[in-house]
């Protein structure tokens, strides 16, 4: 690429994709291979001064894939990497850790807290967890992208840190962990730390109160003052009391689709923890978490025969749903699918596929398009 076309690449960059771009660019020193990696980078986006925020979060999943790439080419010590360079691994990690604060990414840039993973075996030995050399197993994968990798170790050193989590969940969350066969797998388990991690720093968890992992039906659990029994739902992502004193039950997804997955499995989830919102009704909330925005429209998905939408089994059980930054009632989920069947018709585009689903990639691209507040 001549120097004449990457200026015009720069040009057209946002700028704080521009730093993010530089911080990976700096590996390299040889300026024809930095331009070949930011070109790449480039074809991944619709070049605009306003980069939507689902386009700039996938740019940022691009730019991991490209760090990454040049991960698999390095040893433990640092090596020659053909084409592009020398650079060590701390040096590369370094650079990618920048990029990830410039992101803005709370769940992997690490906190003055966070335990090395000499710290985190001895935590695990000194608490006896059942299976300690699972968590040996777990950060030697290799097979996991560095991000999620980055992500263990954050969460496992806040969760540690806090001491809300009984040590007998965080060995499961490890052994799932280190068990998860494929990387969508994994991020739909580490989901369900980092949510609970979430609460306990935002706090959203009575102070007085631990946090419950994988709560099963026909055991009673201690929240603070208060015992709970969760029957007859069978299994709990997540069990807690509440700042406003009321027992949670959570039902955590990393993905829209993720839950849709989960309804199809077991249909009846959302109902039992309907029953047992209903045994004391002023004492207990419930309540669905998706925690990314992320192809958020899956929500309307039938992928096969006789399946129904999750959002419309979600409006028709009434458990109010929180997604990314929004909470949504049950009323303001309704109006949303109202919106879209309407809207839908009046573009002659009903029964809504992807090139209707395409005009709103985000909850504030379906507002906007449908004239709708979620807010």
């Known amino acids: 690429m001549s120097s004449r076309q990457g200026n015009k690449y720069w040009a057209n960059f946002p700028s704080k994709l521009k730093s993010i771009t530089l911080n990976i660019l700096e590996i390299s020193s040889i300026t024809e291979q930095k331009q070949k990696v930011l070109k790449k980078v480039y074809q991944v986006i619709t070049v605009s001064e306003q980069i939507p925020k689902q386009t700039f979060v996938k740019v ?17 010590n ?16 370094s650079q990618r850790l920048e990029a990830l604060k410039i992101m803005g990414d ?9 335990l090395t993973d000499e710290q985190l075996f001895e935590a695990v030995r000194i608490r006896r967890f059942a299976n300690p050399q699972h968590l040996a197993e777990l950060l030697n994968r290799t097979d996991i992208s560095l991000d999620l990798m980055q992500q263990v170790r954050v969460n496992l050193s806040e969760a540690l ?11 499961r969350v490890i052994s799932q962990l280190n ?46 003052s208060v015992r709970v029994r969760t029957d007859p739902v069978p299994d709990v992502d997540v069990l807690y009391l509440g700042k406003e004193r009321l027992v949670r039950i959570d039902e955590v997804k990393n993905t829209a689709n993720a839950l849709r997955e989960k309804l199809n499995k077991t249909p009846e989830q959302l109902r039992n923890m309907q029953r047992w919102l209903a045994e004391a009704p002023t004492d207990r909330k419930i309540t669905v978490v998706i925690e990314q925005e992320d192809n958020w429209t899956d929500l309307f998905a039938i992928r096969k025969k006789g399946e129904t939408a999750a959002l419309r089994i979600l409006i028709d059980e009434r458990v109010p749903l929180t997604i990314g930054s929004y909470n ?44 709708i507040s979620l807010k």
């Not at 640092?78 to 990690?93: A, E, M, N, Y």
């Not at 709370?106 to 966070?114: A, C, G, L, Q, Y």
């Not at 699918?337 to 689903?357: H, R, T, Y």
């Open 161 to 171: 840190n806090s001491e809300r989590f009984f040590q007998d969940d965080l060995q």
């Open 60 to 76: 940022c999943h691009r730019i991991n894939d490209v760090l990454e790439t040049l991960q698999r080419q390095l040893n433990h």
């Open 179 to 224: 068990s998860a066969n494929s990387s969508n797998r994994f991020d739909e388990v580490l989901a369900e730390l980092r949510y609970p991690n979430r609460l306990i720093r935002t706090g959203e968890v009575a102070v007085d109160s631990g946090v419950i992992l994988g709560a099963t039906q026909g055991r009673e659990y201690v929240l603070g």
């Open 78 to 93: 640092g090596q020659i990497i053909p084409v592009v360079g020398f650079v060590t691994q701390d040096q590369l990690k």
């Open 106 to 114: 709370s769940h992997s840039v690490p906190s003055s807290r966070n």
């Open 328 to 371: 949504l009632s049950v009323s303001k989920m309704n109006e949303l699918w109202n919106a879209v069947l309407i809207k839908s018709q009046e573009l002659k585009m009903f029964p809504p596929k992807s090139d209707f689903f395409s005009q709103i990639p985000t909850l504030n691209d379906a507002e906007r398009f449908l004239g």
